[in-house]
């Protein structure tokens, strides 16, 4: 077996991590509190992602793969790790006997969507799926005196576990079917279902997992739910690091599939219904995590736009958006956790007149609002035009006009969250003051710049996914 430590640098750094966690969390609080540095390891964390993300090399039996798109993800991640830690450290709604197995828990979940990204084989994607997913599971239900948060958190399990069954279920129909499980030697297999009926109803039933955690249509019934009864900390967490390893994963995957292939037209359909069902039940919406909830199932269905083209430049389309997407949502939370300082539930009216008493948090939320609308100068709009070029004349011009005409239907519901913040004046009583402390401040004011300056100047990040992309067709 080939193992190399030097090739899996982010991958040990976070598992040292997750053991100092556990070794806190069975100390039972008497060390440092978890808070106080694990964001601070996090932002080391960053640096060695960084550090190791020219390696490559294959490993375990050629299991696992070190190449550009796993690096790619693994710096995402880390950064998202990083961001999510440190939105968590101000956590109103977590027991003070939690702080460490809450920590432990995201840790572990990280440490899991990093190995996803590096699996090149199903059963081994299957078991780090399960690794990130069952993290998760525990994460949920974290929120103090709250029932809303034991529901969300058995609706996700109910949920996953109909999801695991299913991928288990068509893991096995890939394998009689195919004979192998490696994807590097799945590509060279029809996929046509007139030559390989059993593999392709597997290879479908395969990727229910990968859509439950990408929250796309049919599959997405937990995620409002989760986004509402979570607390608004771990609600930022499962809307952005879970979908980053669902994207990576079918990104390899979408190197076995061709425009016009059965499987790839249930995709596009798929994303077709995801995105336009998300967009709708969202108008409807009073709980501002409810509607970023079925925001997310709208975003899932875009992703789909750059899978089915079948070329490198949609995949690299594709995983762009999965980071745009995540720097968007990052920024939406953030401002969503902070004017909520005491860790309620935001409604539309707990926004009114939020430029007066938070300018900059109110700047802040303008900025995502407008990014996850896909308007310039944002990396929303950069992301969507990348998604619309690669797909275009690839055989789904149906789809990527579908793309648009749901880009304006979420104005309304986008551009309302600017509107209760800049418009609307009777502010609800009994509500605590937004958090307008520095590092608030801080944060949104960064994240607002990643959101901007990725989409002013895409080339270099999209350069580099592109590169990726077309190493999977090597």
């Known amino acids: ?65 070190i190449d550009g798109l796993s690096q790619f993800f693994k710096v995402v991640i880390a950064v998202c790790f990083f961001v999510t830690t440190l939105n968590a450290s101000r956590q109103p709604t977590l027991a003070e006997d939690r702080r460490a197995d809450y920590y432990l828990f995201l840790a572990l979940s990280t440490w899991g969507l990093m190995l996803l990204s590096s699996t090149t084989e199903l059963f081994s994607i299957y078991l780090a799926l399960e690794l990130s997913s069952y993290s998760l599971y525990t994460l949920i239900s974290l929120r103090a005196k709250d029932k809303r948060a034991a529901e969300a958190g058995i609706k996700y399990i109910v949920f996953g576990a109909v999801a ?147 070329t490198a430049e949609g995949m690299a389309a594709a995983a762009f958006y999965a980071l745009a997407y995540v720097a968007m949502n990052l920024l939406a939370f953030w401002v969503v956790s902070r004017v909520a300082s005491d860790g309620r539930n935001l409604e539309l009216d707990d926004l009114n007149g939020l430029y007066k008493r938070a300018p900059a948090l109110a700047l802040s939320l303008g900025v995502g609002a407008i990014a996850l609308v896909g308007l310039p100068p944002t990396v929303g709009f950069i992301g969507k035009l990348f998604l619309i070029t690669a797909a275009w004349n690839h055989g789904y011009n149906w789809l990527v ?61 999209f350069e580099f996914a592109i590169a990726a992309g077309r190493g999977l067709f090597k």
Request: charge should be neutral.
């Open 401 to 461: 006009v579908t793309l648009a005409v749901n880009s304006a239907f979420a104005i309304y519901y986008y551009l309302s969250l600017i509107r209760h913040a800049y418009t609307e004046e009777t502010v609800p009583e009994g509500r605590s003051a937004p958090d307008t402390s520095a590092f608030s401040l801080v944060g949104a004011g960064i994240l607002s710049a990643v959101v901007l300056v990725l989409g002013i100047m895409p080339s270099p990040v």
């Open 164 to 310: 695991t069954a299913l991928s288990l279920y068509g893991l096995s129909y890939v394998l009689a079917g195919q004979h192998t499980t490696y994807i590097a030697e799945l590509a060279a297999k029809s996929w046509k279902f007139a030559d390989a009926p059993m593999a392709v109803v597997g290879l479908t039933l395969f990727l229910v997992g990968m859509f439950y955690k990408l929250a796309l249509f049919p599959f997405h019934f937990w995620c409002p739910e989760l986004y509402q009864g979570a607390s608004n900390e771990t609600a930022t967490f499962a809307a952005t690091l879970p979908k980053l390893g669902a994207v990576v994963i079918l990104v390899r995957l979408s190197t076995l599939l061709t425009p016009g292939l059965e499987i790839t037209t249930i995709l596009a359909w798929l994303g077709a219904i995801s995105m336009t069902f998300g967009n709708l039940c969202a108008l409807a919406q009073k709980d501002v995590k409810r509607m970023l909830g079925f925001s997310s199932v709208a975003h899932a269905g875009y992703i789909m736009v750059g899978l089915v083209a079948g």
């Open 1 to 65: 077996m080939n193992f190399n430590p030097a090739l899996i640098v982010p991958e040990l750094f976070q598992f040292f991590l997750i053991l100092a966690l556990f070794l806190l969390s069975v100390l039972n609080g008497k060390g440092p509190r978890a808070e106080k540095w694990v964001p601070l390891l996090a932002a080391v964390g960053i640096v060695v992602a960084v550090a190791s993300f020219n390696a490559h090399g294959m490993m375990f039996a050629d299991v696992y793969k």
